[in-house]
């Protein structure tokens, strides 16, 4: 019998389009399969694993190797792990159940909320957002990669964007554009070319037209520079801000509990790390940690203020 082990490099590999691997783990199983007397079992798993018959045959979730523009992402984040105003959090919950009753929605006339713009400051958890909505509707996470869908033809930006919405039609999916302004900004804008706006004129197109299973999201860090247009065509607008000092509480205790000792948990070290990105207190903690371990102590008050003090001084820089 597999073990959780095999049974997780299993789901890894079949997510990771790894085929090799995913053979390599079906034979170590039967192997095993063997060793401990199920000689039938061990011969079909082999029989399956080997026969012509099942080679070739698509995916449970489909995976476009052809399509470069799209480079897909494993998900492991929980809602839980999110971090982000009530608000918010109402928000995704929604956007999950009315996902999971889309067909009677849709029965009644009704689509699913499915197009979601997220708006607001980088390291806020737009991204995260879109890697919770991903895992907790058990979905692959394709992130669309403008370097590649953006060229210097005329014509041949919008044909990929096509393609890109033919796979989220034939592939359910989450689909985020993250930097979205890239593609959507204000079509009034003086510095404004014709070639972008046909790429828009082609986004707002699709998106319309868009009836898939899927869930597209777009990210952006300038909300104020998008054509006003795109605003209409998404279910639902979510605004990200630096998070408060209720959630700077809860980012500090989820993750350094148990880590530090309890002194640290008081109100002076979240008013000191007001003003920092949810990535930043992250980023403190996570610093924080690896000193911990490598002193072999637990994390004081001094130690995560100076991790603190180190986030906020990367951005003297940007002032300077």
């Known amino acids: 019998m597999a073990t959780i082990e095999q049974i997780k490099a299993l789901i890894r590999a079949h997510f990771d389009s790894n085929e090799e691997k995913f053979k390599t783990v079906v034979l170590q199983i039967a192997a095993h399969e063997a060793k401990v007397g199920h000689t039938a079992s061990a011969r079909e798993i082999k029989e399956i694993i080997q026969n012509p018959k099942y080679l070739n045959k698509n995916k449970v979730v489909a995976l476009n190797k052809g399509l470069d523009i799209l480079e897909q992402k494993m998900t492991h984040v929980h809602l839980s792990d999110l971090i982000v105003s009530v608000e918010i959090e109402e928000k995704i919950k929604r956007v999950i159940n009315e996902y999971h009753k889309k067909d009677l929605l849709r029965k009644n006339g009704l689509m699913n909320r499915s197009k979601l713009l997220l708006a607001g400051d980088p390291g806020t958890g737009k991204t995260m957002t879109a890697s919770v909505i991903a895992n907790e509707l058990y979905l692959p996470l394709y992130v669309i990669q403008f370097d590649r869908l953006i060229t ?15 796979q989220i039609k034939e592939v359910r999916g989450v689909y985020l554009f993250d930097e979205f302004d890239a593609i959507g900004s204000d079509r009034n804008l003086d510095n404004d070319v014709g070639e972008m706006r046909r790429i828009l004129n082609s986004f707002l197109q699709n998106l319309e037209d868009d ?110």
Not at 152 to 166: H, I, N, P, W
Not at 294 to 300: A, K, V, Y
């Open 152 to 166: 210097k033809y005329m014509g041949e930006t919008s044909a990929k964007l096509r393609q890109v919405f033919d």
């Open 211 to 320: 009836e898939s299973y899927s869930i597209i999201i777009a990210a952006t860090n300038n909300p104020s520079i998008l054509d006003n247009a795109l605003f209409r065509r998404f279910d639902d607008v979510m605004e990200y801000k630096n998070p408060d000092i209720e959630q700077i509480t809860r980012l500090f205790k989820m993750k350094l509990h148990g880590k530090a000792s309890n002194n640290i948990f008081t109100e002076d070290v979240y008013k000191e790390a007001k003003g920092l990105n949810h990535a930043d207190i992250v980023k403190a903690c996570e610093e924080a940690v690896k000193y911990s371990i490598l002193e072999d102590q637990l994390i004081t008050k001094n130690i995560l203020l100076n991790y603190i003090k180190d986030r906020k001084n990367y951005y003297k820089y940007k002032e300077a």
